[in-house]
């Protein structure tokens, strides 16, 4: 870090510099149990005076209310942030308890009319396609999003969960700037041919769960310590046995933790961060959180170097993890593989 602000990694090819960590805002307003707002946009300002200026939203966290709740903030620091949202996860008309994936040309244009609404902005900075239709050839839909640039809507394209084929034959019809995906101790799916993929094509990988939704930090040791409404009582990793053989994992994060003075989270972050040199592309994590000393507590994993003893501690424990990481893996990128 310079001057207590962090370092900065490019977005793709051609894309705008953005702080090397990120902020995943969707517990924000949704997902992960109740939240105080006034908390949350001090979440947000803190980020930014650490240099973090890359945002990440979606319309599918609460139905829209996510941008709304962050546009305040956008609005106010316009010229500072970089503004990312998705499109591709939609309600069911049949059952609003339910999400379906879209990423046909009726839906992109819709959703990206509503997001420009939500968030009251002129241009959105990078626009994912969230989830992958594959009733949709991607060629097809990765034209429509480049038309939105083309039309000044949208600067940047992404793309969230996809298969290393996805990412190069989406890639022909338009150049993708940051392919967004689960990346942590927990989750290195990834790694065997979408990280490839990714650094051949100059495109940046941001990494979602950096911290394991949380488990990673130790906040929490199974899905009974959550809340009632918190989406992670039904994920596997985090149910009956699964949740016991995976806490165990944790014994080597405490150990490279305490070498370094550091706390599990600032571990798995730094861990996280050291793949860009391990694989020689651009990473930018970001972990969600909705406290400012967390926001600081995370930053501060940037100035953490892994060495190659607290690297092989690591390594193993991606593999010996217990269950996996959404009930249904058909929408991700490992299911398609």
Not at 58 to 75: D, M, Q, T, V
Not at 307 to 332: H, K, N, Q, S
Request: charged share 25%; aromatic share 6%; net charge negative.
């Amino acid at each position: 870090m310079t001057n207590g602000r962090i370092a900065k990694a490019r977005l793709g090819a051609d894309g705008p510099e953005v702080g090397m960590q990120g902020l995943g805002c969707m517990g924000m307003s949704f997902a992960y149990g109740p939240s105080d707002a006034a908390e949350s946009r001090a979440t947000l300002e803190r980020a930014l005076e650490l240099g973090v200026t890359l945002y990440d939203t979606a319309h599918a966290y609460g139905a829209g209310e996510n941008e709304r709740f962050l546009s305040p903030f956008f609005k106010a620091h316009r010229d500072e942030v970089v503004v990312a949202t998705k499109f591709g996860l939609a309600i069911d008309p049949d059952d609003p308890t339910k999400r379906i994936i879209r990423n046909d040309a009726a839906h992109i244009r819709e959703s990206v009319e509503g997001s420009l609404r939500r968030l009251d902005v002129d241009v959105i900075d990078l626009y994912y396609m969230h989830r992958r239709d594959v009733g949709v050839p991607i060629e097809e839909t990765v034209g429509v999003m480049a038309d939105l640039v083309r039309e000044g809507k949208v600067k940047q394209l992404g793309l969230s969960e996809v298969t290393a084929a996805e990412l190069r034959a989406a890639h022909t019809v338009h150049p993708i700037a940051a392919l967004q995906s689960e990346w942590s101790l927990f989750s290195r799916d990834i790694e065997a041919n979408v990280v490839p993929a990714a650094r051949e094509l100059d495109v940046t990988l941001v990494a979602y769960s950096p911290l394991g939704r949380g488990f990673l930090t130790g906040s929490f040791a199974k899905a009974e310590d959550l809340t009632a409404d918190d989406f992670r009582r039904q994920q596997p990793r985090f149910t009956g046995d699964n949740a016991a053989a995976n806490a165990a994992l944790l014994d080597p994060v405490r150990k490279v933790a305490e070498a370094h003075g550091a706390t599990l989270g600032q571990t798995a972050l730094a861990w996280v961060h050291r793949q860009a040199a391990v694989h020689g592309l651009p990473v930018v994590p970001i972990p969600g959180t909705r406290k400012p000393a967390r926001v600081e507590e995370n930053v501060a994993a940037t100035g953490i170097v892994l060495g190659e003893e607290d690297m092989a501690l690591l390594e193993p424990i991606a593999a010996e993890v217990a269950g996996d990481r959404y009930a249904d893996m058909r929408f991700t990128s490992a299911g398609r593989e």
